[in-house]
Structures are given as structure tokens and as C-alpha cells.
């Protein structure tokens, strides 16, 4: 079913437009939703547009763009106001700061304006949606769809219910992220980080390990991933990796590698956190390779490289 039929032609809101928040605009808009960004900085919020704009451009050139940019452009438009944002919207995309009590304050807001239908999801990266959430009128009809950045390139969504979610807010969100293109994950029970984040927090904690013991450079544990890990990823997950790794399967991989691993991860117990030297010592080592002048530069090649990426995951998964 298209995203128009699904929200009955009505349009979404953005409320939050920094980073995630216009990027979420574009994965709606292109979806062929109208969609309101509100944002509580206006010069945030001014800029949102323009840079969408940028970014439909480049989607286009790389033919990733079903339509003009034009005609998905004017599908966006700034909200003066949270009110305004909302006033007859089927969904928002909450997108607004990492934290609790910031959160848990624009629900409050939310809840004094909106109408009785309306969907709430949360782009939070790991807060658990009952922290924030519970115990309003819309307690029922908001969760968390946590993207990843951008989320008009990279397609994954996790949909975590809250414990006072409803089970149609849960089935509406997974349709309409399935209607716009994510691919949907559906975290059955809150933990804090969900499973993107956790699995995120699994490699970090060993790659800032490997880098504070000297047992490699930032550019060398990035190159194991990036040329030898991450290859396989782009296409499969860590079950499927293992499962044709060893001849007899997972369960063969299992005992011949198990001990392996569980020593690694019994090693690991009691690290710390990463403190100012250990952020330091891994900041210079990163400057080697990229001067903080560039880091703007740098991201917008890495966004050029995602869009080839995802021409490629397209011509793949058509076959
Ligand atoms: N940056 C990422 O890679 C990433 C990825 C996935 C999810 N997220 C999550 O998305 C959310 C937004 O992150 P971001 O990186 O876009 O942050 P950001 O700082 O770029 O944007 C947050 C925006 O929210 C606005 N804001 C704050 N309070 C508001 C309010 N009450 N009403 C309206 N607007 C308000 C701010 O002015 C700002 O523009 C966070 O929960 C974050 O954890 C971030």
C-alpha cells in the first residue's frame, strides 16, 4: 500500500529539524507525503529546506529519484509553530534532542494539541520510549522508530514499543516505514540502546580497546572493518556470517569457535569508560588521517558514497 493511502492523504509532521529530522523529511516527502517541519530554532528550521533540497538534487543525479526534485520539494513546508506542525497530521516524527526531560516535555506539548488519531514516533537512539512517554492521552499511540543517519539512504528502522504502546500504533508505523522504504525491525522488549546500538556498542568498546593497548591504529582496526568485516555486512548479518563459516552451519561454528570468543568477551569485563586521555590519544590519531577541517567535506563524499552503495543494493535486490 502507497504512504498517501496509508496516512488517508493526510500529511506527517517533523518536529525537530537538525541532523536526523531533515533528513527524515526527505524519505516522507519522497514517499509522496506532504510533510510539515517544525522546528523550535528558526534558523534550524530555515535551513532545513534548502538543504533537503541539495540532497534530493544529488539523489537525482545518482537516479535515485523516482521524480523531479522539484516535485518533492514542494512537498515540504515550515510549520511557524509546534500547533501548526500538528493541526491534521497522521504521524509525527519526533527528532528533537537526546534526552529525556527534553523529550518527555514536547510529549506534553504533543499531548495538549493533538488529535485523537495521531501516531507518534520517537527517532531516539536508545532511550527506551517509557522513560518519556508514558502515562498521557497519546501514552497509547506513540513509540520509537529509530533511524539511522541519513534516513533517506540507509533504509533499516527499529520500531520499539514503549509499555503502554497500543498494538495498532505498532502495526500503523510498521506499515507506513514499509510504505516509505525502510526496512523495518521490530524490537520486542525495551533495553536501552535497542539492538543497532548495542551491537554499535559491541564493536566500539573493542575498537577504542584495541587502540588505548596499542595493539593497532584507529586507521588499521577501521581498515579490518572497512575491507574485511563490513564487506560481508553490506549484505548479511552476524548469524548469517557464522552460519557459512563452519561446514556443519551455526551450531558447528559455535563449538569450534565458542571459547574463542567467550575468553575475547570475558577479557573485556571492567573496562571503563573512555576518559579525556583515551579521547585525546584517539582524536590525534584520527587527525593523522582526517584534519578537522575536512570532517565536513569528508561527510558529504561519505553521503556521495552511500548513494553509489545504494544504486548498487538496487540493481541487486531487482535481480
Ligand atoms: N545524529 C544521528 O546520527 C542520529 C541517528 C539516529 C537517531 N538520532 C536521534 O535523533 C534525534 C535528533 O538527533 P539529531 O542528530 O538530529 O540532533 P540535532 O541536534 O541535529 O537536532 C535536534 C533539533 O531539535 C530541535 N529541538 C530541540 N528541542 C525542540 C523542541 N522542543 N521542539 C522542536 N524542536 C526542538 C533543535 O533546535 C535541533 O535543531 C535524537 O534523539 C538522536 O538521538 C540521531
Known amino acids: 500500500m502507497n504512504a498517501s493511502t496509508l496516512t488517508a492523504n493526510k500529511p506527517v509532521a517533523i518536529v525537530g529539524a537538525g541532523l536526523v529530522g531533515a533528513g527524515w523529511a ?34 537525482h543525479r545518482h537516479g535515485l529519484l523516482d521524480e523531479s526534485p522539484d516535485t518533492v520539494i514542494r512537498r515540504l513546508s515550515l510549520a511557524p509553530t509546534l500547533d501548526a506542525a500538528l493541526d491534521g497530521v497522521a504521524y509525527v516524527q519526533e527528532s528533537v534532542l537526546e534526552r529525556v526531560d527534553v523529550k518527555r516535555t514536547l510529549l506534553e506539548s504533543i499531548d495538549a494539541c493533538a488529535d485523537d488519531t495521531v501516531i507518534i514516533g520517537s527517532s531516539s537512539s536508545g532511550i527506551q520510549a517509557s522513560l518519556f512517554a508514558n502515562d498521557l492521552r497519546i501514552s497509547p499511540r506513540v513509540l520509537i522508530a529509530h533511524p539511522v543517519n541519513p534516513p533517506y539512504l540507509v533504509p533499516v528502522v527499529e520500531i520499539v514499543p514503549s509499555t503502554q504502546t497500543s498494538s495498532e500504533t505498532i502495526a500503523f508505523t510498521d506499515r507506513l516505514m514499509r510504505g516509505i522504504g525502510q526496512s523495518v525491525v ?97 582524536e590525534a590519531d584520527r587527525r593523522q588521517h582526517l584534519s578537522a577541517d575536512d570532517l565536513a567535506s569528508r561527510r558529504d563524499w561519505r553521503d556521495e558514497q552511500l548513494m553509489a552503495f545504494a544504486v548498487q543494493r538496487r540493481h541487486a535486490t531487482s535481480k
Open 26 to 59: 526527505i524519505a516522507f516527502a519522497r514517499a509522496g507525503l506532504s510533510v510539515r517541519i517544525y522546528d523550535a530554532n528558526a534558523e534550524i528550521a530555515a535551513k532545513a529546506i534548502p538543504w533537503a533540497a541539495d540532497q534530493l538534487a544529488a539523489l
Open 186 to 282: 521490530h524490537v520486542k522488549k525495551e533495553i536501552q540502546g535497542f539492538v543497532l546500538n548495542r551491537l554499535q556498542a559491541a564493536l566500539l568498546r573493542e575498537a577504542w580497546a584495541l587502540q588505548r593497548d596499542g595493539i593497532a591504529s584507529c586507521e588499521d582496526i577501521d581498515k579490518t572493518v572497512r575491507d574485511g568485516l563490513g564487506w560481508r555486512w553490506s549484505f548479511m548479518g552476524p548469524f548469517e556470517t557464522i552460519d557459512l563459516n563452519a561446514p556443519g552451519g551455526v551450531a558447528d561454528y559455535a563449538r569450534r569457535l565458542g571459547p574463542l570468543y567467550h575468553e575475547i568477551i570475558a577479557s573485556r569485563d571492567g573496562d571503563g569508560p573512555w576518559d579525556a586521555d583515551w579521547i585525546a590519544s584517539v
